[in-house]
């Protein structure tokens, strides 16, 4: 579903060069749950952001089910990652002033707008879902401050997957959470890539999050070991 081909991302300081990816190869396949884990600084984050089309590698290319993702457009771009990709971060990136149903349903309003594959009911019906699913159900109408770190990271991984993309890509998902609330994070993103085969990739520099993935990578120095 994802390849990485001979990627590499080089930063300009001054007359300094900061090469943070090294010649990165790698495939994803669909409904995997890869896990790539290293020390702050290997380019975990960098190589997350390209695959995800936030941001441009220096050279190589990346393919997104079959398209080339930087030799299209930024709005042929932006499609892609609002049809077919979801993101959690490790700061929750919740809009304060709504609550948690809202907040999952904010991103279907661009779709109802674009297309007719739904209306609004529908939309509506499925931010519910997704909130009953992550066990939120009775936190709907409560605003992001009435909620503990890890009930608002649920909010946001139901966010995500308000509009079924078909990958997740998750940047230190439980970095702001304590080890029991992070576990439970972790194991609601494994329960929907078992039960809804949901694609993941996950960063994380917990390593003892990593044993129950299909597949572990590890990263140093801007290559994968």
């Given at each position: 579903?994802?390849?990485?081909?001979?990627?590499?991302?080089?930063?300009?300081?001054?007359?300094?060069?900061?090469?943070?990816l090294?010649d990165?190869?790698l495939?994803?396949?669909?409904?995997?749950?890869?896990?790539?884990?290293?020390?702050?600084?290997?380019?975990?984050?960098?190589?997350?952001?390209?695959?995800?089309?936030?941001?441009?590698?220096?050279?190589?290319?990346?393919?997104?089910?079959?398209?080339?993702?930087?030799?299209?457009?930024?709005?042929?771009?932006?499609?892609?990652?609002?049809?077919?990709?979801?993101?959690?971060?490790?700061?929750?990136?919740?809009?304060?002033?709504?609550?948690?149903?809202?907040?999952?349903?904010?991103?279907?309003?661009?779709?109802?707008?674009?297309?007719?594959?739904?209306s609004?009911?529908?939309?509506?019906?499925?931010?519910?879902?997704?909130?009953?699913?992550?066990?939120?159900?009775?936190?709907?109408?409560?605003?992001?401050?009435?909620?503990?770190?890890?009930?608002?990271?649920?909010?946001?991984?139901?966010?995500?997957l308000?509009?079924?993309?078909?990958?997740?890509?998750?940047?230190?998902?439980?970095?702001?959470?304590?080890?029991?609330?992070?576990?439970?994070?972790?194991?609601?993103?494994?329960?929907?890539n078992?039960?809804?085969?949901?694609?993941?990739?996950?960063?994380?520099?917990?390593?003892?999050?990593?044993?129950?993935?299909?597949?572990v990578?590890?990263?140093?120095?801007?290559?994968?070991?």
């Amino acid at each position: 579903m994802i390849r990485a081909i001979n990627l590499n991302k080089i930063y300009q300081q001054g007359a300094k060069e900061l090469h943070v990816l090294k010649d990165i190869n790698l495939e994803i396949r669909k409904s995997e749950f890869v896990v790539i884990v290293g020390p702050s600084g290997a380019g975990k984050s960098t190589l997350l952001h390209i695959l995800a089309g936030l941001d441009r590698p220096t050279t190589g290319n990346i393919m997104f089910d079959k398209i080339d993702l930087y030799k299209i457009n930024d709005s042929q771009r932006a499609k892609i990652r609002n049809e077919k990709i979801g993101f959690v971060f490790q700061s929750y990136h919740l809009m304060h002033e709504f609550n948690a149903f809202e907040n999952v349903f904010m991103p279907a309003l661009i779709d109802v707008a674009q297309s007719h594959n739904r209306s609004v009911n529908q939309a509506k019906n499925r931010a519910k879902e997704l909130l009953d699913k992550l066990g939120l159900a009775d936190r709907l109408q409560h605003k992001p401050n009435q909620l503990s770190g890890g009930e608002q990271q649920r909010v946001a991984i139901a966010r995500a997957l308000m509009n079924s993309p078909g990958v997740l890509y998750c940047d230190e998902p439980t970095g702001n959470l304590d080890s029991k609330t992070g576990i439970e994070v972790f194991n609601v993103l494994l329960k929907l890539n078992k039960e809804e085969g949901v694609t993941c990739l996950m960063v994380t520099h917990e390593e003892s999050l990593a044993f129950e993935a299909d597949r572990v990578l590890h990263m140093k120095d801007g290559r994968i070991l």
